[in-house]
């Protein structure tokens, strides 16, 4: 039996992807249409965004109460909007396809 298959990895999540795809859904709104917004191009953005911004994992109810905390630091929040912004121009400049 492999190890991950003895523990419940389930409830192990990552707060800032839901800040960071909040953000990038905002922030493409503000384009209004002029960037490709297919499912390739979207992922990617979200992926580069969130390789750039400090992770927020939580797995129990104590975690979630510390991740909240972080999620309103100005300063967090100020990371986010930026990496989101420059996933976005990245691909924009570069898109995930032809």
Known sequence: ?????NYN?????NEAENLV??????????????ICTCNDCVVDMAAIALN???????????????????MT???YGESVRNA???AIEK??????HD
Do not use: C, H
């Open 52 to 70: 750039s911004v400090k992770p927020l994992y939580r797995f129990s109810i104590l975690g979630t109460l510390y991740t909240s905390r972080a």
């Open 21 to 34: 795809l909040n953000e990038l859904g905002e922030q493409l709104e503000a384009y209004g249409g002029e």
């Open 91 to 96: 691909v924009r400049k570069n898109p995930s």
């Open 9 to 13: 990895f389930e409830l192990l999540k």
């Open 84 to 86: 989101v912004s420059t």
């Open 1 to 5: 039996m492999a190890f991950i298959d």
């Open 73 to 75: 630091d100005d300063a």
